[in-house]
């Protein structure tokens, strides 16, 4: 509001001083001006300091009951301003929590799904173990695992011992032999 007014000042000083060349009347001008900013500036140091606490002696009752009825116009303002604020960001943390508690329950979901395809999984390499198991077994019944090739032929022979001194390195050999036909 005072910077308005000085504004409008100065706008028309221009246009007066545009019309008029005179120095002199244009220093009188500026002097009036400055004379003008000083009260405003030495009002509003003494406002300053009245809200401040600071010199309240000189005031009369009914202007400390209007500074007090200003400063409690004041502080609810400022109170009203800190609620809103602390509102907004209770809104925006509410919002983050909402969204990181819907992250949350996404990867809940992805990692149950995880388990159910390991556990599928799981299923799949036991049943295919199983298999294997049940051909080893079968292998070695049939021929210790050779399989349908009748060209090839497996000896096994067990090796008599050897005299004393070679007892302790071999006690028993075996001796695999392939014959192909």
Same mark, same amino acid.
């Given at each position: 509001m005072v910077m308005k007014s000085i504004i409008d000042r100065y706008s028309e000083a221009k246009c007066e001083t545009s019309s008029e060349i005179n120095p002199a009347s244009e220093i009188k001008f500026w002097q009036k001006e400055a004379a003008i900013l000083k009260r405003q500036l030495h009002s509003l140091q003494e406002n300053h300091r009245q809200m401040m606490g600071e010199e309240l002696s000189g005031?009369? @009752?009914? %202007?400390?009951?209007?500074?007090? !009825?200003?400063?409690?116009?004041?502080?609810? %303002? @400022?109170?009203?301003?800190k609620d809103q604020?602390?509102?907004?960001?209770i809104q925006e943390l509410n919002r983050e929590g909402n969204l990181l508690h819907q992250e949350n329950l996404d990867l809940h979901k992805?990692? !149950?799904?995880?388990?159910?395809q390991n556990?599928?999984?799981?299923?799949? @390499?036991?049943?295919?173990e199983?298999?294997?198991s049940s051909e080893k077994i079968s292998l070695l019944t049939n021929g210790l695992g050779?399989? %349908? !090739?009748?060209?090839?032929? @497996?000896h096994l022979q067990l090796s008599q011992p050897l005299q004393h001194d070679e007892t302790h390195s071999k006690a028993i050999q075996l001796s695999?032999?392939?014959f192909i036909s």
């Amino acid at each position: 509001m005072v910077m308005k007014s000085i504004i409008d000042r100065y706008s028309e000083a221009k246009c007066e001083t545009s019309s008029e060349i005179n120095p002199a009347s244009e220093i009188k001008f500026w002097q009036k001006e400055a004379a003008i900013l000083k009260r405003q500036l030495h009002s509003l140091q003494e406002n300053h300091r009245q809200m401040m606490g600071e010199e309240l002696s000189g005031l009369s @009752v009914e %202007d400390l009951q209007k500074l007090e !009825n200003q400063l409690e116009l004041s502080l609810h %303002d @400022v109170r009203m301003k800190k609620d809103q604020m602390l509102l907004e960001e209770i809104q925006e943390l509410n919002r983050e929590g909402n969204l990181l508690h819907q992250e949350n329950l996404d990867l809940h979901k992805k990692l !149950n799904l995880m388990r159910q395809q390991n556990m599928e999984l799981h299923k799949k @390499v036991s049943e295919v173990e199983g298999v294997k198991s049940s051909e080893k077994i079968s292998l070695l019944t049939n021929g210790l695992g050779m399989r %349908d !090739n009748s060209s090839e032929h @497996v000896h096994l022979q067990l090796s008599q011992p050897l005299q004393h001194d070679e007892t302790h390195s071999k006690a028993i050999q075996l001796s695999y032999f392939s014959f192909i036909s």
